[in-house]
T-cell receptor
Framework: AQSVTQPDIHITVSEGASLELRCNYS??????LFWYVQSPGQGLQLLLK??????LVQGIKGFEAEFKRSQSSFNLRKPSVHWSDAAEYFC?????????FGKGTRLSVIA | ETGVTQSPTHLIKTRGQQVTLRCSSQ?????VSWYQQALGQGPQFIFQ???????GRGNFPPRFSGLQFPNYSSELNVNALELDDSALYLC????????????FGPGTRLLVL
C-alpha cells in the first residue's frame, strides 16, 4: 500500500532563511507527487506537482521540490522564507489512485 | 473560472443525527473526491465519484455515503453521527485521467457533540 512520511512534525525558521521540508513515499511504481499548503482553518492549496520528466519542479510562491527516486524522496524547498509562509504543509502521493497524505509539517516563521 | 466551493462552512450536530455536506466542482471537472481531516492529521480518503457512480472508497463505514449529480456537484451524507466524526471535511474536484490533479475546496468543519 502507498504511504507518505513527513518526518518533521514542526519546523521553525527565521524570516529570510532557507527552508527544506522532507517527504518520503512508498509506492510500487513511479508515483505522482504533490505538495499542498493549508493555512489555519482553510482548505488545501496546491503548491506543485511531479508527474514525470525533470526531477526539479517549480511551484507557486517561490517553492520548488526535487524528486529523488533513489531516496524515495520529494523534498520541498524555498530559498528565502516569508512570514506569510507560516502554515501546515502536506506531501501527497497518487497516480490513478486516491491521494495518500502525510501527517503534515507545521512551519513557524520567526522574525 | 470558479473554484471548488463547499457548504456549509461550519456545522454543529449531536451524536446520532444525520448530516449532509455539499460540494460544487471546479468548472470542467468531472470527478469529486471527499476526504476527512481530523485535528492534527492529514486528510484521509473517504470516496470518489465519477459519472454519478462511486469510483473508489477508503476505509470508512457504510454510514458515510455520497451522491454526484449530473452537473458534477456532490453531497456527502453521514448517518448516525459519532463523536469521532468531528473533523474538517474536504471536497476535491479533478478531471479523470492519468495523474489528475485534485483541487480542494475550503472544507466544512463538523463538530459532533
Amino acid at each position: 500500500a502507498q504511504s507518505v512520511t513527513q518526518p518533521d512534525i514542526h519546523i521553525t525558521v527565521s524570516e529570510g532563511a532557507s527552508l527544506e521540508l522532507r517527504c518520503n513515499y512508498s509506492y510500487g511504481a513511479t508515483p505522482y507527487l504533490f505538495w499542498y499548503v493549508q493555512s489555519p482553518g482553510q482548505g488545501l492549496q496546491l503548491l506543485l506537482k511531479y508527474f514525470s520528466g525533470d526531477t526539479l519542479v517549480q511551484g507557486i510562491k517561490g517553492f520548488e521540490a526535487e524528486f529523488k527516486r533513489s531516496q524515495s524522496s520529494f523534498n520541498l524547498r524555498k530559498p528565502s522564507v516569508h512570514w506569510s509562509d507560516a502554515a501546515e504543509y502536506f506531501c501527497a502521493s497518487g497516480g490513478n489512485t486516491p491521494l495518500v497524505f502525510g501527517k503534515g509539517t507545521r512551519l513557524s516563521v520567526i522574525a | 473560472e470558479t473554484g471548488v466551493t463547499q457548504s456549509p462552512t461550519h456545522l454543529i450536530k449531536t451524536r446520532g443525527q444525520q448530516v449532509t455536506l455539499r460540494c460544487s466542482s471546479q468548472s470542467g471537472h468531472n470527478t469529486v473526491s471527499w476526504y476527512q481531516q481530523a485535528l492534527g492529521q492529514g486528510p484521509q480518503f473517504i470516496f470518489q465519484y465519477y459519472r454519478e457512480e462511486e469510483n473508489g472508497r477508503g476505509n470508512f463505514p457504510p454510514r458515510f455515503s455520497g451522491l454526484q449529480f449530473p452537473n458534477y456537484s456532490s453531497e456527502l451524507n453521514v448517518n448516525a453521527l459519532e463523536l469521532d466524526d468531528s473533523a474538517l471535511y474536504l471536497c476535491a474536484s479533478s478531471v479523470t485521467g492519468a495523474g489528475e490533479t485534485q483541487y480542494f475546496g475550503p472544507g466544512t468543519r463538523l463538530l459532533v457533540l
